[in-house]
Nanobody
Framework: QVQLVESGGGLVQAGGSLRLSCAAS????????MGWFRQAPGKEREFVAA????????YYADSVKGRFTISRDNAKNTVYLQMNSLKPEDTAVYYC???????????????WGQGTQVTVSS
């Protein structure tokens, strides 16, 4: 089965940066795109960014556009989320997921990682 493992979360001050990683194994024919979502306590899971393995097409939520960059290393089967100019509102558990298309709705994705905590202090 497809397995996704996130890493790189931690505590950072507002204005700082973090880079999250998502290591993927067991890709299948539906693993065309990778997405990042986040979920804060008491809130719904929110789309952050997505990328395709082939071509590297990207899509970002308005809330992170210009601050976050999604990228991938096909040789390592790893997707990254570079987060700059972090705000306290970015505090959440960040999840990576894979699915057949770039999508902003979580139920369009097939497999999910366990999540990594990002905390931004003010």
């Amino acid at each position: 089965q497809v397995q996704l493992v996130e890493s790189g979360g931690g505590l950072v001050q507002a204005g700082g940066s973090l880079r999250l990683s998502c290591a993927a194994s067991g890709r299948n024919l539906r693993s065309y795109a990778m997405g990042w979502f986040r979920q804060a306590p008491g809130k719904e899971r929110e789309f952050v960014a997505a990328i395709t393995w082939t071509g590297g097409s990207t899509y970002y939520a308005d809330s992170v556009k210009g601050r976050f960059t999604i990228s991938r290393d096909n040789a390592k089967n790893t997707v990254y989320l570079q987060m700059n100019s972090l705000k306290p509102e970015d505090t959440a558990v960040y999840y990576c997921a894979t699915g057949p298309y770039i999508a902003t709705i979580e139920n369009e994705y097939d497999y999910w990682g366990q999540g990594t905590q990002v905390t931004v202090s003010s």
